[in-house]
């Protein structure tokens, strides 16, 4: 299996939709550009923040090609998570047909499966793509069940599975993954907000939403705080984070949508049963946004 690298920022991309509900691909390939451009490792399609649940297999294609095409040579992680093993798995293989450098898979949504159920689930994903490496997806505020250490112990065991993130706000719980990651595992904060304390106990990068709207600023928190520049982490945490907050004042993606017609990046567009953000998050959204820019400049300047 060919090593994959995670680390530094990765940006789960949003997915930019026409008002009519039909993709908008010219804004998401500029919205690829803006990211490569503020210095993204890796790009990340078709996740939460992507709407993949309410994609076709069709849109689903068009997206991972815009974003391959446009990358730069960046890895492209594919969200192929599903309630159904089979649908993931089958969706794991598009994913590989299509040139994508692994694929990010949810724990299954939905069923609510033990921690044994978890684990089978990925041994059937990674039988069906022997040598495709795989990223385990852990956010029980999404999927009504959490990936515990001890259950992510025995997905370690399949080896196609090389990363995980962790999504579960909880740092403890983060702290003993870190603790127990076997080698050659790698360890992916899933939270903005929680970048610095997760690279801090061993994270070695970070799944941003953020990312989507100010990648320099964002890569420039990750790059920070895996150098230990203790201080500029925090004076860029510090910066970021009341953005960080405003992007989840609705359920992702409505304001970081909301954020990209703002700058210009794409449209507001959700697709049901999203609705669009409210005025009140539309103007947090935009007084967080000229904080951030404004807060964060001393600290990007300070590198050049």
């Known amino acids: 299996m060919t090593p994959l690298d995670l680390s530094g920022l990765s940006v789960a991309l949003a997915t930019p939709l026409q008002p009519d509900d039909g993709l908008d691909l010219d804004a ?74 692994g694929a990010l898979v949810v724990t299954p949504p939905y069923n609510k499966p033990t921690q044994a159920g ?23 505020g999404r999927t009504a069940v959490n990936l515990t250490p001890a259950g992510l112990a025995k997905v370690w065991e399949t080896d196609e599975v090389v990363a995980v993130k962790e999504s579960s706000g909880n740092l403890g719980q983060i702290a003993e993954v870190a603790r127990t990651l076997p080698g050659g595992k790698q ?79 794409g449209g507001a567009h959700v697709r049901l049963p999203l609705t669009p953000a409210e005025p009140a998050t539309i103007q947090r959204l935009s007084a967080a946004l000229a904080h951030a820019r404004a807060e964060a400049q001393p600290h990007l300047e300070a590198t050049t």
Not at 118 to 135: S, T
Not at 198 to 212: E, I, R
Not at 219 to 244: E, F, I, N, Q, S
Request: neutral net charge; proline residues 5%.
């Open 187 to 265: 360890l992916l904060s899933g939270d903005d907000n929680l970048a610095v304390p997760s690279v801090a106990v061993g994270a070695v990068g970070l799944v941003s939403v953020l990312g989507n709207l100010l990648p320099r600023e964002t890569k420039a928190l990750v790059d920070a705080a895996r150098a230990g520049d203790a201080g500029r982490a925090r004076a860029l945490h510090l910066a970021l984070l009341p953005l960080m907050d405003a992007l989840f004042v609705e359920p992702n993606p409505i304001p970081l949508k909301a954020g990209l017609e703002l700058l210009g990046l």
């Open 28 to 101: 998401l390939r500029r919205l690829v550009r803006h990211v490569v451009a503020g210095g993204a490792d890796v790009l990340v399609a078709l996740g939460t923040t992507g709407e993949a649940s309410t994609l076709t297999d069709d849109e689903r294609d068009l997206v991972v090609a815009a974003c391959l095409e446009e990358s730069g040579g960046r890895p492209v992680l594919v969200g192929t998570g599903s309630s159904s093993t089979a649908q993931a798995a089958l969706w794991t293989r598009r994913a590989r047909a299509l040139g994508a450098a």
């Open 118 to 140: 978890i684990a089978a689930h990925y041994r059937a994903i990674a039988q069906g793509a022997a040598g495709f490496p795989l990223v385990a997806y852990n956010v029980p």
